[in-house]
């Protein structure tokens, strides 16, 4: 799944556990986070996390691989707000939730022609 920098960071590290999609995903189990190229959100995205009190790190991978989670479940709007209470920040119709979040050592991208294995995966 390929996500703004901040974003991909923060969910690979655990402190963003909930993704906002508008699609359902019937696969349950790990998925490789990349972070794209894209700066659009960053200032954005770095002013919610400051908020929410997470640490920030000087810059993001661009266009690789930052680590790896396991899709918990993908649930719609109206049931995660019965499961969990709590208002999301956004009203996209899916909410995905992450457990076994494992960051990259060091990002993979095409430029490096790194290999993804189990070995490289924190």
């Not at 190229?37 to 954005?44: A, G, K, M, T, W």
């Amino acid at each position: 799944m390929t996500l703004h920098g901040p974003w991909a960071w923060a969910i690979v590290n655990g402190y963003k556990c909930v993704e906002n999609r508008e699609w359902y995903a019937e696969h349950r189990g790990p998925i490789f986070i990349h972070s794209g190229q894209s700066l659009e959100s960053d200032e954005s995205a770095e002013q919610i996390l400051t908020q929410l009190g997470c640490p920030l790190p000087d810059g993001y991978p661009r266009g690789a691989i930052v680590g790896s989670v396991e899709i918990a479940e993908v649930l719609p709007l109206v049931d995660y707000l019965q499961k969990y209470g709590n208002r999301p920040t956004s009203t996209k119709a899916r909410k995905w939730r992450w457990k076994e979040r494992k960051p990259l050592r060091s990002p993979a991208n095409k430029s490096k022609k790194a290999q993804v294995n189990r070995r490289s995966v924190v």
